[in-house]
């Protein structure tokens, strides 16, 4: 299993957020995790990328047989998991193509592989763009500094096709995106799909997950798994919404004992 998450409990300043997160993700699969307001989606992205705010309290995470939660955020990257953030941040001064090159290059060093120079770098990056609908003068602008709201999604499925992660964590990609930037977004992650690769796709909507097809979709509430299926249960989230599984009075309210 290359993810195994086990009774995970952790907080903040004190504050409980996840409360016994179960999950196993295995390599070449993709998983759906939903959930309202509150529920600790996000949480559960960042702790898994190493964000220090958060305490483990109890529980296990394993990645690819090694404790992740011994790691330090750096190396869960060179090992192969990637982050793609909800809100993109800007780094003005620094071009794509610099930063991206000495990331590809720091993992592909962890892995043993000769280091890609600049010509290298150029042709992988070129075809990688063309799979999102970027513009080769992307390369030469500060991260993400000036792009739209899609420009900076997009910018992010580049990176993940670039650094080629062995678990890609997606959380809320389709924040912000019209339909015709939803539709590419998601079309590059589908190529980027390999036996050897899992997605998890963190999401409030099933609308996304009409372009990425989970193989299981699973539904977070109060800081935990309450709900695990195919597909179909993203789709009977969009029709009755939430409320039904969580238990709330309205399917739209939040779970007071987490936070996202």
């Known amino acids: 299993m290359l993810l195994r998450i086990h009774d995970l409990h952790a907080e903040i300043d004190g504050k409980p957020i996840l409360r016994g997160i179960d999950l196993e993700v295995g390599a070449g699969e993709v998983h759906a995790v939903m959930g309202p307001n509150g529920s600790g989606k996000s949480t559960l992205a960042q702790l898994l990328a190493g964000r220090e705010v958060?305490?483990?309290?109890?529980?296990?995470?394993?990645?690819?047989?090694?404790?992740?939660?011994?790691?330090?955020?750096?190396?869960?990257?060179?090992?192969?998991?990637?982050?793609?953030?909800?809100?993109?941040?800007?780094?003005?001064?620094?071009?794509?193509?610099?930063?991206?090159?000495?990331?590809?290059?720091?993992?592909?060093?962890?892995?043993?592989?000769?280091?890609?120079?600049?010509?290298?770098?150029?042709?992988?990056?070129?075809?990688k763009m063309k799979l999102v609908g970027l513009r080769e003068d992307f390369l030469h602008r500060s991260v993400n500094e000036g792009f739209s709201g899609g420009e900076k999604k997009r910018n992010e499925i580049?990176?993940?096709?670039?650094?080629?992660?062995?678990?890609?964590?997606?959380?809320?990609?389709?924040?912000?995106?019209?339909?015709?930037?939803?539709?590419?977004?998601?079309?590059?992650?589908?190529?980027?799909?390999?036996?050897?690769?899992?997605?998890?796709?963190?999401?409030?909507?099933?609308?996304?997950?009409?372009?990425?097809?989970?193989d299981k979709t699973h539904v977070l509430a109060g800081g935990r798994i309450v709900r695990s299926g195919g597909p179909d249960l993203a789709r009977e989230v969009e029709e009755r919404g939430y409320g039904w599984i969580t238990g709330t009075a309205d399917s739209g309210e939040s779970v007071p004992v987490a936070a996202a």
């Not at 050897?196 to 099933?206: E, F, K, L």
Request: negative net charge; charged residues 25%; aromatic residues 8%.
């Open 54 to 127: 958060y305490t483990v309290t109890r529980g296990e995470v394993t990645f690819d047989g090694k404790n992740l939660l011994e790691m330090p955020a750096d190396l869960r990257a060179r090992e192969g998991l990637f982050l793609s953030f909800q809100y993109p941040i800007e780094l003005p001064g620094i071009a794509n193509s610099y930063f991206l090159k000495a990331a590809v290059n720091a993992v592909r060093r962890h892995r043993g592989l000769s280091e890609l120079d600049a010509v290298d770098f150029l042709i992988a990056a070129r075809a």
């Open 158 to 214: 580049f990176q993940m096709a670039m650094l080629e992660p062995r678990l890609a964590i997606l959380d809320e990609t389709d924040s912000g995106l019209d339909v015709d930037a939803l539709r590419t977004v998601a079309e590059g992650v589908n190529s980027l799909r390999s036996p050897d690769r899992a997605i998890v796709v963190i999401t409030h909507y099933q609308r996304l997950l009409d372009y990425i097809v989970p």
